[in-house]
Nanobody, 123 residues
Framework: QVQLVESGGGLVQAGTSLTLSCVVS????????MGWFRQAPGKEREFVAA????????NYADSVKGRFTISRDYAKNTVYLQMNSLKPEDTAVYYC????????????????WGQGTQVTVSS
């Protein structure tokens, strides 16, 4: 069983930066892909970014490309989401996810989920 715990959310102003962290415990060796998703009130959960645990290949949603960076630290079993130039439309609960395959953007590719961390961007 893989456990994921996110942290780093908060209230920030538009144009500023924030870094989210996701600590992976349990059986991280069974994980191939780590992803970040977000869900705004009244909207479906959407893909933000993904990274392969071993090789560092990445995939980003068009809406965050060039502003967000996903990375991982083997020694700390941690995945990060560096978010720059934040916009009010980035406001959402951000979820960390883990799965055994691919770098896809579908929630169905991910088997494990964290509890989420709130990010609020004020204008």
């Amino acid at each position: 069983q893989v456990q994921l715990v996110e942290s780093g959310g908060g209230l920030v102003q538009a144009g500023t930066s924030l870094t989210l962290s996701c600590v992976v415990s349990g059986r991280p060796s069974s994980v191939y892909t780590m992803g970040w998703f977000r869900q705004a009130p009244g909207k479906e959960r959407e893909f933000v970014a993904a990274i392969s645990w071993s090789g560092g290949r990445t995939n980003y949603a068009d809406s965050v490309k060039g502003r967000f960076t996903i990375s991982r630290d083997y020694a700390k079993n941690t995945v990060y989401l560096q978010m720059n130039s934040l916009k009010p439309e980035d406001t959402a609960v951000y979820y960390c996810a883990a799965g055994p395959r691919g770098l896809g953007d579908s929630i169905f590719l991910y088997d494990y989920w964290g509890q989420g961390t709130q990010v609020t961007v004020s204008s």
